[in-house]
């Protein structure tokens, strides 16, 4: 188990277009969630900690209200990319994570934005 | 800024040989984790090691680790062409927010059948 899925796995759009990402646990409540952000052939950059119920806890560089998070629930959160713009084109991985010691992260499958 | 360091950053075998990749990092950790890329997918979780263990088995895969050294190794045993991905480590640091891992920059392996 600990399936998460992401959707949609591919998007391109017109600049100043508002894009959303959904990120759902299917099979186990994660009362985290993070979001990454991946040039190719790079590593992981975190953008930002996603709590169930709370505001969202974002690294330093990344805008809070350029990548705004939300996570309703135990098993969904959400990043719009508001006014995209090309350089905002990117791969954009979540994960989510149950609650307890020593727990991996479970990934979705990303989704490849591409700004026009 | 990436705590991780693996290194090769790539290598390249043939089916059927090992494959050990090697990670380095700089601060105390709770565990340290292997994960797997495979081109324009998301990372799919290998092995935890925690900080008390030194090695951990999982079928083909070997993981060692050393906190005197901070440093880990993943030993992929007879290399099958599906083995093709970016391997990460990724460190859960002492005193960090929970969960929080720290990526290294990976290791592309290709395995030539």
């Known amino acids: 188990g600990a399936v998460v899925s992401q959707h949609p796995s591919w998007v391109i759009c017109k600049s100043g277009t508002s894009v959303k990402i959904e990120c759902r646990s299917l099979d186990f409540q994660a009362t985290t969630m993070f979001w990454y952000r991946q040039f190719p052939k790079q590593s992981l950059m975190l953008m930002a900690t996603s709590n169930e119920g709370s505001k969202a806890t974002y690294e330093q560089g990344v805008e809070k209200d350029k990548f705004l998070i939300n996570h309703a629930s135990l098993t969904l959160s959400t990043l719009t990319v508001t006014s995209a713009h090309p350089e905002d084109s990117s791969f954009y991985i979540c994960?989510?994570?149950?609650?307890?010691?020593?727990?991996?992260?479970?990934f979705g499958d990303g989704t490849r934005l591409s700004i026009l | 800024s990436q705590q991780g360091e693996e290194d090769p950053q790539a290598l390249s075998i043939q089916e059927g040989e090992n494959a050990t990749m090697n990670c380095s990092y700089k601060?105390?950790?709770?565990?340290l984790q292997w994960y797997r890329q495979n081109s324009g997918r998301g990372l799919v979780h290998l092995i935890l090691i925690r900080s008390n263990e030194r090695e951990k088995h999982s079928g083909r895969l070997r993981v060692t680790l050393d906190t005197s050294k901070k440093s880990s190794s993943l030993l992929i045993t007879a290399s099958r062409a599906a083995d093709t991905a970016s391997y990460f480590c990724?460190?859960?640091?002492?005193?960090?927010?929970?969960?929080?891992?720290?990526f290294g920059k990976g290791t592309l392996l290709t395995v030539n059948p």
């Open positions: 994960s989510g994570v149950r609650q307890g010691a020593n727990q991996p992260q479970h």
């Open positions: 601060t105390s950790i709770n565990n």
């Open positions: 990724a460190t859960d640091a002492t005193g960090g927010s929970n969960y929080k891992l720290t």
